[in-house]
Each structure stands twice: as structure tokens, then as C-alpha cells.
């Protein structure tokens, strides 16, 4: 009995000595993080990584904004269908279509929408479990920055940011591809429904039409990121493969695209945006 | 004292056992939690050296090993300055890195070979008819390599969109190491060079 006790005494004495150990080591490590070869494990053959990055989605809303595209509201999808996302897919892509839209209302200064938007964001990220990004600190952040238009296209971007970066972080890859697809596909039919005219000499339909390249870089961010053949994986490339063959069209007939291509391309686009949205 | 003794060694045994066990109980959480985590988001790059630029969209963090290398297609839009640099852990040595410009060519192609048999006379005859078109390609071209270059980053003002492609690569060395490396990928909007009167 004596023994079991001094047994359990030391055992508590281990645990608590190694632990204070960790700890010490870690401080150490913050402090000479870049000269010292901290501990890893055995790698044995060199890998070669992939990895492809998309513009943020507020980058094409800056550029409308500069080229005096007016800004239209009623493109929004409604906040009031948050609560009918259910499946995962629905949350994440929805995810996205909704930072979209707060980056969109950010950045034309439509101040009464930035805190609406936000707050949806927070929910789905909330039901997807996600802390960072779209939490608590930044909603502070927005109240008490609701008059300043440029801190608030700041933290939107931040907002954004840190969700793609957190969920890379925590391997979340089927997220993370959904929530890109999504954030995009808000952002081209956005950008193609606030213009009246195809016209391929125009700055904005040029800007369109380099569209094609991101969706490229999704496509294989999205390929690269799952190694697994899943469903979701398989609905996003099909879907951008559908709009990717009306690019592919557009800018090989370039001057002599016409403007029912391009109401092709701008229909495909309504439609898979209009399908996520329900 | 016999006694005292056989429980001082079965103590003494216990206690190296437990110790063993925790040992690798540790390790193994460690190890596992080190493969399966990336890296945090810790900028390597001098400060000064990152500019004005905002870096937020297309920044990559990654765990590398010395011998590996990594490739990021990233896209700059048209009429935006970028800059691109790529800093890490000092054990990892000099990384070296290039950039290449994806540069669009249009290029002839065989689109299809016809095979058709046609009557000349009496005689049936093969003609062979070859169908040619264009077709977009997109050939690389190096324009930043961070072993001749004067300066630490590659810098561009873009003028129409362009995708660029950044291949690192880490020297060899001890390849049970694990490093961080950030590649920084900036943008501004292109300042404008005209003079004012």
C-alpha cells in the first residue's frame, strides 16, 4: 500500500516536472525562434509542394468602384437565409457568398449592410466551428468603427484573411476550397450584373474576362488541396469547368466574341450562384 | 532490511518504467502535432525590405525540410505593383527562389486529320486532309532569380494580368529538420508616374 502511494507520488512528480519543462522549452523558443533548430520529427523523402493563391475577393470591388460601376444592393444575397444553409457544402460555400458581400458593402462605404453581413458571417462561421476571422473581437471592432468607412474595408479584408488562413492552418481543406469558390462566385456575378453592355474593349469586361485566370488557380487550388475524390470536390470543378469552357471560348474568339457568348457565360453564372443561394 | 530493499527495486523499477512511458507518450504527441500542423503565420522578411504593400490575399506560410522544394502560382491583376519575397528559418540556410511569368502565346495546332476516300476516275483514292487552328499556351519565362539578383525581392508593376509562378527551393542538409518559410506576396495600386504641371 506504502508503495503504491510513494508510486503515485512520483508519478505526479514526473508528470508535473516534464510538463514545467515543456513550458520553459517553449518560452525559449519564442525567444531565439529564428536561430535555433527547434525539435522535429524524421522526414525521410523531399517533398515538392503545390500550392495555388487567388486574388481577395475585395481586390475586384475596388477595382468596379474605381471605374465608377454603380453599386447595386439588390445583388446582395438576403442575410434574413442564414438560417436555411444546413449541409456543410451549403454553410461553407454560403460562407463565402456572404464575405463576399460584406467585402462588396465595405467597400462602397454601405455602411447600414456592413454590420448585417458581418453578423451572418459570424453565424456560419460559428456553425462551422471556426473561431478566428469572424468573432467576437472584430464585431467590437465594427461597432466602434461604424462611421469610419476605411477602417471598416480594413477589417472586412482582415476578417476574410484570417478565415482562409486559420482554416489552411487547421487542414480544413474542403472548407476552406468551399469558402474561396464561394467568396469568388459572389464576386464575378456581382461584377458581370453590375454592367449593361458586353464590351470587350472595356476596362471592366477586361477585367471579367481575366476572371478566367483565377478560376484556373481555384480549380487547382482545390485539386491540389483535397487529395480525395469527394462529392463537394467534385461539384466545385464541374461547376467551374461549366463557366471555364464559356471563357475559354470568349477569349479565344476575343474580338470577335459576341454578346451572346457573353450573356452565356453571365446566365451559367446566375444560375450556379442562384442554385447555392437557393 | 531484505525487505527494504526489494521495495526500494521494485520502486526504482517502477519509476523508470513510468518514466519511459511518459517519454513516449510526449514524443508522440509532439511529433504528431508537429507533422500535422502548418506553420503560424511568422514573417521571416526584413521589415523594411516588405515596403508599403499590403500582403494580405496571396501570402503563403509552409513547413519545408532542407532539399525540398515548393512551387505558388499566384495571379497579379492588371495595373497593381507587386512584390514578392520569400524569408525563413536561419537553419534552413539560403533559400533560393525564382519567379516566372506566365507568358500567353497563340500557337497553331492540328485540330483534326481527315481521312476520306474520294473517287479520281475510276480509281478510289485516301486523302488525307489536315484541319489547323489556334490554340492559347502559356509558356514560363524567368524573370527574378534570387542568387544573381541585386535585391532581396522581385518588383513589378503589372500591366495587364499576369500569372507568376515562385519555385523555392531549400539547400540540402540535414533532412530530419523542419523549417518555416513565408513567402510574402504583396500589392499596391500603381502609383501613378506622370508629372504634374
Known amino acids: 500500500m506504502k508503495v503504491k502511494k510513494i508510486f503515485l507520488l512520483i508519478n505526479i512528480i514526473v508528470i508535473v516536472v516534464v510538463l514545467l ?38 481586390d475586384l470591388y475596388v477595382f468596379l468602384n474605381e471605374n465608377k460601376v454603380a453599386y447595386k444592393a439588390g445583388l446582395l444575397n438576403s442575410y434574413n437565409k442564414v438560417g436555411e444553409y444546413y449541409s456543410t457544402i451549403e454553410k461553407s460555400i454560403n460562407l463565402g457568398i456572404y464575405s463576399s458581400d460584406l467585402a462588396y458593402s465595405s467597400v462602397y462605404k454601405d455602411n447600414q449592410n456592413i454590420n448585417k453581413y458581418f453578423v451572418v458571417c459570424k453565424k456560419l462561421a460559428d456553425g462551422l466551428e471556426l473561431s478566428e476571422g469572424f468573432d467576437k473581437s472584430t464585431l467590437i471592432r465594427i461597432d466602434k468603427n461604424i462611421n469610419n468607412p476605411d477602417s471598416l474595408f480594413e477589417i472586412a479584408n482582415d476578417a476574410y484573411w484570417n478565415v482562409f488562413l486559420s482554416l489552411e492552418e487547421q487542414g480544413k481543406s474542403e472548407i476552406v476550397s468551399c ?25 471592366v469586361t477586361q477585367r471579367i474576362m481575366e476572371q478566367q485566370l483565377v478560376l484556373e488557380n481555384i480549380m487547382n487550388y482545390v485539386n491540389e488541396g483535397n487529395s480525395e475524390n469527394t462529392k463537394t470536390k467534385s461539384i466545385i470543378i464541374n461547376e467551374l469547368k461549366d463557366i471555364g469552357e464559356i471563357y475559354i471560348k470568349i477569349i479565344n474568339d476575343g474580338e470577335l ?7 452565356k457565360l453571365k446566365q451559367t453564372i446566375n444560375e450556379i450562384r442562384n442554385k447555392w443561394i437557393k | 532490511m531484505k525487505l527494504e530493499i526489494s521495495g526500494l527495486n521494485k520502486i526504482t ?20 502535432l508537429l507533422s500535422f ?4 503565420r511568422v514573417n521571416f522578411c526584413n521589415k523594411k525590405d516588405l515596403g508599403d504593400y499590403d500582403y494580405r490575399g496571396q501570402t503563403s506560410y509552409a513547413t519545408m525540410s532542407p532539399g525540398d522544394t515548393s512551387g505558388i502560382t499566384i495571379l497579379c491583376y492588371a495595373k497593381k505593383d507587386m512584390r514578392i519575397l520569400v524569408c525563413g528559418d536561419k537553419f534552413l540556410g539560403n533559400i533560393n527562389y525564382t519567379v516566372k511569368e506566365f507568358v500567353k502565346s497563340q500557337k497553331k495546332v492540328v485540330k483534326e486529320i481527315k481521312k476520306e476516300t474520294a473517287n479520281f476516275g475510276d480509281e478510289p483514292i485516301l486523302v488525307t486532309d489536315t484541319i489547323w487552328g489556334s490554340a492559347s499556351f ?49 500589392n499596391r495600386p500603381t502609383l501613378s508616374r506622370a508629372f504634374s504641371k
Not at chain 1, 179 to 203: P, Q, R, T
Not at chain 2, 175 to 183: F, N, P, Q, R, Y
Open chain 1, 21 to 58: 519543462n515543456g513550458c520553459n522549452n517553449s518560452v525559449n523558443e519564442k525567444e531565439t525562434s529564428q536561430d535555433n533548430v527547434s525539435i522535429s520529427n524524421t522526414k525521410q523523402n523531399k517533398s515538392n509542394k503545390n500550392i495555388f493563391r487567388v486574388p481577395l475577393p475585395m
Open chain 1, 179 to 203: 469558402v474561396v469558390y464561394g467568396a469568388w462566385l459572389e464576386s464575378i456575378y456581382i461584377s458581370i450584373n453590375s454592367i449593361n453592355k458586353f464590351d470587350i474593349n472595356n476596362e
Open chain 1, 257 to 263: 466574341a459576341s454578346e451572346n457568348d457573353f450573356n
Open chain 2, 13 to 32: 523499477s517502477l519509476v523508470m518504467n513510468s518514466i519511459k512511458k511518459y517519454i513516449l507518450i510526449i514524443l508522440f504527441i509532439f511529433s504528431t
Open chain 2, 37 to 40: 500542423s502548418q506553420c503560424p
Open chain 2, 138 to 186: 502559356f509558356d514560363e519565362k524567368l524573370v527574378y532569380d534570387s542568387e544573381e539578383a541585386e535585391l532581396p525581392f522581385f518588383e513589378k508593376s503589372v500591366k495587364a494580368a499576369t500569372r507568376y509562378k515562385i519555385e523555392i527551393t531549400i539547400p540540402e542538409g540535414n533532412t530530419d529538420v523542419i523549417g518555416c518559410v513565408s513567402i510574402m506576396v504583396g
